[in-house]
């Protein structure tokens, strides 16, 4: 294991981490809250470390990064992260103790959501806007800005991109690995600027269009009031936010492809997108129909029941509505959309969409081939042939992912605080990064009830979740630290 090249892109993480701040700085400095101390203190703590690990190792110009070093710079990475983003929050008063710190850090990392805090309308601006920020850092990733940025960190940088990038497969929109990462970073300010305009234009302060912004282009669904957009009470602001909520979860590979001159076709002849399409809106009619007799008419209903799937399904958590007074029917379909989520090369998180539809295509098989068993069928997906060491691992990921969900649900049971459900459901949450769960950790509830046991396990379900589980299975194995 090259140890000098594990450290040296560490500190460019740091690096990245540090210059983040200065947008919270600067709106600090504005608002005079009482939180720029805290803030130019990070900045000041941070970016020393970054700068003497990123020039102090020297590594030789030979050494290339593997695939193991790759997986292991990605969970070391986002733990250290985690880690130093909660200086400003424990720094500020707001959050003192550490466990709470590095929970909020870890959920704005990991575009989850999920909170501890409880007094928003006292929590300085500044701060408020880093929170929100660690949710856009965390959306694309923070090794892809760390390669936009520095492309020639490593000698090979798509090990890091592929042991960080949401989904089964890495696409690669151009051969270089850090153009494609500028050409990502490019489509996610263009859509996040886009989103910014028309909030404003629908009636949030500057600042608020910020946050909530960057909370949606992450699908995190941090925001500044407690009420989360239900704050707004606003049928515009819920319109635009639930449109580019949807967005955000389709895969980005797929508006390069449209603006190079495909166009609508991009979208039409990607199955995962169709897929993806077909069973959001389902879920909306259902779920509009299923809570008719919670709001009166079909349209109110509607209006509620499109925002919510559409932020549980882009794992985004914002919300409008307490669903945890809706009928039984509708909180199985949330926790179906919970570990469904989006689609691959996207923002979101969920098992994904494409893993979905090829388990159902190997099930379809496997049972064809009770009644056949000499015929041997292929899985396709866009017309392709699928390699069946992939079918296999997207079997071995499903499991895999049920197995956290059903784990994380025990321990956090052996907290001793809440119910089955809630348990359960903030397992789930945890790991699809959603964000707000059913029963003790609702919509309109949060997760300060958990002891530090279970903030420390829902916090590194959140890594594990947003990571998909192999870089944090392989940064705890022991063959991952040998030399060789």
């Given at each position: ?7 040296r892109?560490?500190g460019?993480?740091?690096l ?6 200065l ?13 720029t ?12 470390v ?5 020039l ?12 193991k ?11 250290l ?10 720094l500020?008063?707001?959050?003192p ?18 909170s ?7 929590f ?11 949710h ?5 990733g ?8 520095l ?13 960080e ?7 690669k ?19 996040t ?7 404003t ?6 600042y608020?269009s ?14 500044c009031?407690?009420?989360?957009i239900?704050?707004f009470?606003?049928?515009?602001i ?5 449109v ?24 039409y002849?990607d ?10 809106t ?10 008719m007799p ?13 925002f919510?799937?559409c ?6 958590g914002?919300v ?12 199985m ?24 539809n ?20 292929v899985?396709?997906?866009?017309g392709?042939?699928v ?10 990921f ?15 049971a ?16 945890c ?9 003790a950790v609702?919509p ?7 002891s ?5 396990i829902?916090?590194?379900l ?10 944090m ?5 022991r ?6």
């Amino acid at each position: 294991m090259n140890r000098k090249l594990i450290i040296r892109v560490l500190g460019a993480i740091l690096l990245v981490e540090a210059a983040a701040m200065l947008p919270a700085l600067i709106v600090s400095l504005i608002y005079q809250d009482g939180d720029t101390r805290a803030l130019a203190l990070s900045i000041l703590a941070i970016a020393p470390v970054g700068l003497a690990m990123l020039l102090l190792p020297r590594p030789d110009p030979k050494d290339h990064l593997r695939l193991k070093e790759g997986f292991i710079i990605t969970a070391l990475g986002w733990i250290l992260m985690s880690v130093c983003g909660a200086l400003p929050f424990m720094l500020s008063g707001f959050l003192p103790r550490f466990e709470y710190a590095f929970f909020e850090a870890v959920s704005g990392f990991t575009t989850t959501g999920a909170s501890v805090v409880t007094n928003f309308e006292n929590f300085p601006h500044g701060v408020m806007l880093w929170r929100a920020t660690t949710h856009w850092i965390g959306g694309m990733g923070v090794l892809v800005l760390t390669l936009a940025l520095l492309p020639k960190l490593t000698g090979r940088t798509a090990h890091l991109v592929k042991a960080e990038s949401p989904g089964p497969s890495l696409s690669k929109i151009v051969p270089q690995t850090g153009k494609t990462a500028k050409i990502l970073y490019r489509i996610y300010i263009l859509l996040t600027a886009i989103e910014f305009v028309a909030l404003t234009i629908c009636g949030m302060t500057p600042y608020e269009s910020a946050v909530h912004t960057m909370a949606t282009a992450g699908t995190g669904g941090f925001s500044c009031y407690g009420a989360s957009i239900a704050a707004f009470d606003s049928v515009a602001i819920d319109i635009v936010i639930s449109v580019f909520m949807f967005m955000f979860g389709v895969n980005f590979a797929l508006y390069y492809k449209a603006l190079i001159g495909e166009r609508l076709k991009a979208f039409y002849k990607d199955e995962e997108f169709r897929w993806y399409f077909c069973y959001v809106t389902a879920f909306i009619l259902l779920i509009s129909l299923f809570n008719m007799p919670v709001y009166g008419n079909f349209f109110t209903s509607l209006r509620y029941g499109m925002f919510q799937i559409c932020s549980v399904s882009s794992t985004t958590g914002f919300v409008t509505a307490d669903f945890n007074q809706w009928p039984a029917v509708s909180h199985m379909l949330i926790i179906i959309t919970m570990f469904i989520g989006s689609c691959a090369g996207s923002t979101a998180g969920g098992i994904k969409v494409v893993r979905i539809n090829m388990a159902a295509k190997m099930s379809r098989r496997n049972v064809l081939a009770t009644g056949h068993p000499k015929k041997m069928d292929v899985i396709r997906l866009d017309g392709k042939a699928v390699d069946e060491s992939m079918v296999s691992q997207v079997a071995q990921f499903i499991l895999m992912y049920v197995a956290l969900v059903l784990l994380g649900g025990f321990l956090l049971a052996l907290d001793g605080r809440f119910d089955v459900l809630s348990n359960l459901t903030a397992s789930l949450t945890c790991v699809s990064n959603v964000g707000p769960g059913l029963g003790a950790v609702g919509p309109v509830e949060n997760f300060a009830g958990y002891s530090i046991f279970g903030k420390v396990i829902c916090s590194f379900l959140m890594l594990f979740g947003r990571l998909e589980l192999l870089p944090m299975f392989i940064l705890f194995t022991r063959s991952a630290w040998r030399k060789y």
